[in-house]
């Protein structure tokens, strides 16, 4: 795709067109967003099938990686780094368990608290596909320079702050109703 292929300015400049009393630029990158996300998922999931996982299954696998040794976490822990539900989470626990990337451990005392826990075979098949995936979205992104990438980073954590505060803003209002 060229720059002179993007429909988002082709539709921002439809709206300006219709509509010249309203500023349509946030299209510009909520638009593109959209599209990016749709994109970046579509190649994601594709690679993640390749090494029999769904997206949601390597999501849990990182998690649990990236929790460093023993690679462990509750499905309450889990549950709050991935925004899944505690019952999502026991859904796809139990598939990574019955493949032998997970197993469910008991610690200390209170025997009703247990954890996911990668196996060895969890912990290089997620190795493996990590290396994959980074990859992929270094590809994915090589029309940017380093310098751009960290400014683009930068830019959307601060779009995200807002984001989530008129999400918030939105949610309190709907409570009040």
């Known amino acids: 795709m060229t720059d002179a292929d993007d429909n988002v300015d082709r539709i921002i400049g439809e709206w ?31 690679l993640h099938e390749r090494h029999g996982l769904s997206i949601a299954a390597f999501d849990v696998l990182a998690s649990l990686r ?14 709050a780094s991935s925004l899944l539900t505690s019952s999502a989470v026991t859904l796809r626990l139990d598939n990574l368990e019955r493949d032998g ?3 469910r451990v008991r610690t200390g005392t209170d025997r009703r608290q247990v954890h996911a826990e990668l196996t060895e075979q969890g912990r290089a098949r997620i190795d493996a596909i990590f290396d994959e ?45």
């Open 101 to 103: 990337l997970v197993r």
């Open 66 to 79: 990236r929790s460093g040794a023993p690679f462990r976490k509750t499905v309450g822990e889990l549950a």
């Open 16 to 46: 300006h067109r219709e509509r010249p009393d309203v500023d349509a630029s946030s299209i510009g990158v909520f638009g593109r967003i959209s599209r990016l996300q749709s994109l970046q998922r579509a190649a994601t999931a594709h």
């Open 133 to 177: 995936h980074i990859g992929l979205e270094q590809r994915m992104a090589a029309g940017l320079t380093a310098k751009e990438r960290s400014e683009l980073a930068r830019l959307l954590r601060k779009l995200s702050v807002s984001v989530r505060a008129e999400t918030a803003r939105n949610e309190t209002a709907n409570e009040s109703t």
